[in-house]
């Protein structure tokens, strides 16, 4: 729903191996790799590469929460937009005009990642840090404050500066995904590992529980996911509910979805038979792109989210487009064509679609006519060109160009677009790096 992923490069793309991440080193001998009769298992699994994601302009993983934005900067986090829980990381809950460096954090970065309300980065290292958004302890510090619902009190346990979260201590990380509630992170050997809520089994520790015993089940150190049969490439997160892409190239899934009636899963499988190369989840529908750049999408489509003329309880080609990425929050859906053009459909409240419609941004007869600023067919965006990342928050969307400029565009009244203005806009605009 929330993040452009961060395009972890894998060994088999780069032909590059090393011993450090499972794989045959081979400059070594057969002496020095010692008798082969009875090989390591672990050492059999499929291992994701120890890569940088693919920088522009020496920016990468652009990232977008409800209402908040974070990239990596040579190798230091910025986020700007909305911070009331926290989750800018500059240990205050200060909204932010423009892009504020986590100092806290350093610059051994390698990605970034956001739930609505926090946020998430995974040193060169492997290692995790997280802060924003705690009630259902999805920062990962072995606290939560559900106690308090969203009384005052609750604030006390937001976490302001990053904070290493709790559990991971033996694996090495390569990709975060988040809900506003739940966090999920894989590791290099494909095992993946959650914290925070599991009342509709986000945590993907499956039916040990019954539903009165779920709604109070918070987690504020990290578990393994107990239902994935294989390891996973990539992991995704909607609104509540998480999606593992296997190496078997299987769509995995559990927690909160629509199939087509909204209930909680263990898990299910969402497998197509197309092989998924860019796949983007909200909260009622998500959809994929192919290595033919063919866009499917399933689920809800009361806003014309999917692109498709009617609602889609199975995997659907949506004719007519083509995209290479994909994002999607709410719903509002973007993408980034073959010629790295973006566009969006979807609602388009607050700008999202551009300067298509006769209002720009919200009024109160617009929230009154919602239907009247949606569209099936995708717009593009003006004014963008050379897009390599996107990511698309409730009311506002962001592009990583080739430049290494980013450009964001929609309600900006948070400051989500990063100018400094504190204004919306339905043009993008350059974020004041």
């Known amino acids: 729903m929330r993040f452009a992923l961060g395009f972890v490069l894998f060994a088999a793309m780069t032909g590059s191996c090393s011993e450090k991440n499972g794989l045959l080193d081979q400059s070594k001998t057969i ?37 908040h934005n974070c990239v990596v900067a040579d190798g230091a986090v910025y986020c700007w937009g909305y911070g009331l829980a926290g989750q800018l ?30 946020s998430c980065a995974i040193k060169q290292s492997g290692a995790v840090y997280c802060w924003g958004y705690n009630q259902t302890g999805a920062v990962g510090n072995g606290r939560s404050g559900r106690e308090f619902t969203f009384s005052g009190q609750a604030k006390l346990y937001n976490v ?23 966090s999920c992170a894989l590791a290099d050997q494909g095992d993946v590992y959650c914290w925070g809520t599991g009342a509709n089994y986000e945590l993907g520790d499956g039916e040990k529980d019954d539903a ?11 578990q393994k996911v107990s239902v994935l049969e294989e390891p996973a490439k990539e992991i995704h997160a909607g609104d509540r509910a998480f999606c ?3 190496f078997s190239d299987k769509i995995k899934c559990w927690g909160t979805l629509s199939l087509p009636t909204e209930r909680a899963y263990p898990w ?37 989210q999917t692109g498709l003329a009617t609602v889609a309880n199975v995997w659907t080609p949506v004719s007519g487009e ?22 969006c459909w979807g609602v388009c409240l607050h700008g999202l679609c551009g300067p298509h419609f006769t209002a720009k941004l919200i009024s ?27 990511a698309v928050g409730a009311r506002h969307a962001c592009a990583l160009l080739e430049s290494g400029q980013i450009k964001c565009w929609g309600n900006g009244f948070l400051g989500e677009l990063g100018d400094g203005e504190g204004q919306s806009s339905a043009e993008p605009v350059d974020v004041a790096f």
């Open 31 to 67: 002496e020095d790799l010692g008798s082969m009769a009875e090989p390591d298992p672990s050492s059999m699994l499929p291992t994701r590469m120890e890569g940088q994601p693919l920088s522009y302009g020496g920016k990468s993983s652009l990232t977008a929460g409800e209402h």
């Open 89 to 118: 990381g500059q240990g205050d809950m200060q909204n932010g005009a423009k892009p504020l460096m986590i100092e806290a954090l350093g610059q051994d970065n390698q990605s970034v990642f956001t739930g609505d309300l926090h």
């Open 160 to 182: 302001t500066t990053p904070t290493r979260v709790l559990g991971l201590d033996a694996v090495k990380i390569v990709q975060i995904a988040a809900t506003k509630i739940t």
């Open 212 to 222: 009165a015993t779920r709604v109070a089940h918070h987690i504020g150190v990290a």
């Open 244 to 246: 593992a892409v296997t």
């Open 268 to 304: 299910v499988d969402l497998s197509a038979a197309q092989v998924p190369m860019s796949l983007a989840m909200a909260d009622q529908h998500s959809c994929f792109v192919t290595a033919s750049q063919q866009l499917y999408c399933r689920g809800d489509n009361w806003y014309q």
């Open 322 to 343: 083509s995209f290479i990425k994909i994002a999607t929050a709410r719903k509002t859906t973007c993408g980034i064509t073959p010629n790295r053009r973006v566009r």
């Open 364 to 390: 109160p007869t617009q929230a009154q006519n919602v239907f009247a600023y949606t569209t099936q067919r995708s717009i593009e965006i003006e004014g963008l060109t050379g897009a390599m990342e996107i």
